[in-house]
């Protein structure tokens, strides 16, 4: 097999994780298009520094999250806003208290800054602060403390969320 | 409910996929074109390794070309002058190839490209504003010794006969105009290329040793 056919495997395999990068960091259709085109090429650049010694998944995140973070264009960039109306294949029942719930975390995520959106993902991810801070580069310590400030931006916008409806 | 009895759905939804790409697909993206800031410096670099060896042929057939003494001394020499700086921008090319950072820690990826950047800007600027005095100097010093009268410049003093003074005071004009112009546009145009993405890039290193 391949280099290339073998990336390309491993990278369909592990598909979801660059859509839940682009679905986090981007709005638009066209965005996420641009983005995923994007973290595929970095990926596929970097794919022969890749020596196997961590796992494909967790250094797949480390190169989505990097070129999400970093991602340039030539175009003047608007403002990124999140639009409750871009959650994906979410609520079909606004009645439902779990729905709403994970609607407006959802929301609460979207307006993270770059560098909390990250450790969230991976925090989703469950994994361990140490395990995050190897790909954050920061020590275990300050993700905890990251994390806790992270939860309650998290608590008051979704408060917020819910006194507006 | 807490933010761990969410992490399965939201898990769930964000993995949603919109693009539903096959593998076929996924192959065809790997020949499709960069948008990396890295990728656009190259760009760059290589737009002015072409153009400085385009302007060294077009200096060097100036200089060996044209009858006055003093133009081929200046274009022959600028010929000369280019070859450093197109040597300077090669090395910086090879220093880009370089870097492949993206599978580094978040915070080791952000700091490289920001020192690859403001190197980057200031190797541009210090090549721009180089190359004035540069030019000033060289004209001034050959063009007072050319032995040759240069018509088309005699022809323009003997119409408008200005005082040495006059004349004197024309050039310092017309010098500080170029520098001040060039000055503030190089600037400019760095900070619209880069000036923003490196600061937005600083906020977060910033942000992430805030935690500390």
């Known amino acids: ?165 | 409910m807490e933010l761990d009895d969410f992490k399965n759905r939201l898990n769930q939804k964000l993995e949603t996929n919109h693009l539903h790409l096959s593998e076929r697909d996924l192959s065809v993206l790997l020949s499709k074109k960069a948008y990396s800031v890295i990728g656009k410096i190259k760009r760059s670099l290589w737009i002015e390794i072409i153009s400085c060896i385009l302007i060294a042929g077009i200096f060097a057939y100036i200089g060996i070309s044209s009858k006055y003494r003093a133009v081929n001394i200046y274009f022959i020499s600028f010929t000369i002058i280019f070859i450093p700086f197109t040597l300077v921008f090669v090395y910086l090319l090879k220093k880009t190839n370089e870097v492949n950072q993206s599978n580094l820690p978040i915070i080791n990826n952000l700091q490289s490209l920001v020192k690859l950047l403001d190197e980057f800007i200031k190797r541009y600027f210090q090549f721009t504003m180089a190359l004035i005095p540069i030019c000033f100097v060289f004209s001034f010093i050959l063009g007072y010794t050319e032995k040759k009268p240069i018509i088309e410049l005699d022809q323009l003093i003997y119409k408008y006969k200005p005082s040495s003074g006059i004349a004197v005071s024309i050039l310092i004009a017309y010098f500080g105009g170029l520098t001040f112009c060039t000055y503030y546009f190089t600037k400019w145009y760095l900070k619209k290329l880069y000036g923003n993405y490196i600061i937005e890039l600083k906020n977060y290193i910033t942000e992430l040793k805030d935690a500390a």
Request: charged share 25%; with cysteine; glycine share 2%.
């Open chain 1, 1 to 165: 097999m391949t280099v290339e056919k073998a990336f390309i495997q491993l990278l369909n395999e592990h598909q979801k994780i660059v859509h839940k990068v682009c679905n986090l960091y981007m709005d638009s259709h066209t965005d996420k298009e641009d983005l995923f085109q994007e973290i595929t090429l970095q990926a596929w650049k970097a794919y022969g520094n890749f020596r196997g010694e961590a796992k494909f998944s967790t250094w797949l995140y480390r190169v989505a999250l990097n070129t999400a973070i970093t991602f340039f264009r030539k175009e003047k960039k608007t403002a990124f806003i999140y639009s409750t109306d871009n959650i994906p294949d979410i609520i079909n029942n606004e009645q439902d208290p779990i729905e709403a719930q994970t609607k407006a975390m959802y929301a609460a995520i979207g307006d993270l800054s770059k560098i909390d959106k990250a450790i969230v993902m991976l925090y989703l991810e469950d994994y361990s602060y140490a395990e995050i801070s190897e790909t954050i580069g920061i020590t275990a310590n300050n993700i905890a403390v990251k994390m806790n400030r992270i939860k309650i931006k998290l608590k008051e916008f979704t408060q917020q969320y819910y006194s507006n409806l």
